[in-house]
């Protein structure tokens, strides 16, 4: 069983930067692909970056060149750089887990969430 929490959430200026970490308990976690998603309010969650077990990533065409995905399998950890936020990126920002499904980005194709975490870009 792999538990998920997220951290580093908070309040913005458009153009500032965020750092979002997700860490990890249970021994599957190295075994699984990783996403960052996220939701809006009145909005459907959203892929915004993912993380196979091999190292490859993958982003949202609206985060390409902006946010960055790391991950971190000797501290189970997983983090989300987010730098020039716009006040479009205002969301609760999930971590996922999937076993078999990498870089979908379809949250159906995701067994484990963590509780997420606000973020919120003002102009």
């Known amino acids: 069983q792999v538990l998920l929490v997220e951290s580093g959430g908070g309040s913005v200026q458009a153009g500032g930067s965020l750092r979002l970490s997700c860490v990890a308990s249970?021994?599957?976690?190295?075994?699984?692909?990783m996403a960052w998603f996220r939701q809006a309010p009145g909005k459907e969650r959203e892929g915004v970056a993912t993380?196979?077990?091999?190292?490859?990533?993958k982003y949202a065409d609206s985060v390409k060149g902006r946010f960055t995905i790391s991950r971190d399998n000797a501290q189970n950890t997983l983090q989300l750089q987010m730098n020039s936020l716009k006040p479009e990126d205002t969301a609760m920002y999930y971590c996922?887990?999937?076993?078999?499904?990498?870089?979908?980005?379809?949250?159906?194709?995701?067994?484990?969430w963590g509780q997420g975490t606000q973020v919120t870009v003002s102009s």
């Open positions: 249970g021994y599957m976690y190295r075994s699984m692909c």
């Open positions: 996922a887990a999937t076993s078999y499904y990498c870089h979908s980005t379809a949250p159906g194709r995701y067994g484990v």
């Open positions: 993380f196979d077990t091999g190292g490859s990533t």
